[in-house]
């Protein structure tokens, strides 16, 4: 009796549900249609990064086919950051790179684009002269590399996050 008792019990909830409980999540294929032509690795960093959140929330599907998130990436860019006067000429003292693309949903080959992100801009800035001023030309361009793949997957998490219909 008391089993039942307790079976009982346990089987009856209050009826409490979340609110924004997320259904599970749509698996996709992951495809670059559209890409800077003169980085490469940018648009592989970015794909890198959309398969490495639909793999987080089990949804990514190996190889190529249908559905699909398609990615286009719109372009990359330097600016110069932290200015300083160094004898007659002037120097940065950082390195601003940043990355735009978007992605979208696509169902089949001539189905219409779903839950199209838009433009989505990703950006990070780093140093590129030592804390003394000195210039190692070598470690500067090994961190440009890195930051830019560090933008390119930032991107990507973006855009994956966005459609899967997550906040980002």
């Known amino acids: ?89 002037p120097r940065a003292r950082g390195l601003g790179i940043s990355m735009v693309a978007r992605a ?6 001539d189905a219409p684009p779903e839950r199209d992100s838009g433009d989505v801009r990703a950006e990070v800035t780093i140093a590129v002269d030592a804390l003394d001023g000195t210039v190692d030309a070598r470690w500067a361009a090994a961190r440009r590399a890195a930051a830019l793949r560090a933008t390119a997957r930032r991107m990507g998490r973006q855009l994956a996050r966005h459609i899967e219909g997550l906040p980002w």
């Open 1 to 89: 009796m008391g089993l039942v008792v307790v079976g009982a019990a346990l089987s009856v909830s209050c009826g409490y549900r979340a609110l924004r409980a997320q259904a599970p999540a749509e698996a996709l294929h992951v495809a670059v249609v559209r890409g800077i032509e003169s980085d490469a690795l940018a648009a592989d960093e970015v794909a890198s990064g959309v398969r490495d959140e639909l793999a987080r929330a089990a949804a990514l599907l190996p190889g190529d086919g249908w559905p699909r998130v398609e990615i286009e990436v719109l372009r990359a860019g330097e600016a110069s950051e932290g200015i300083v006067a160094a004898g007659d000429s």
């Open 104 to 109: 979208w949903l696509a169902r089949a080959p």
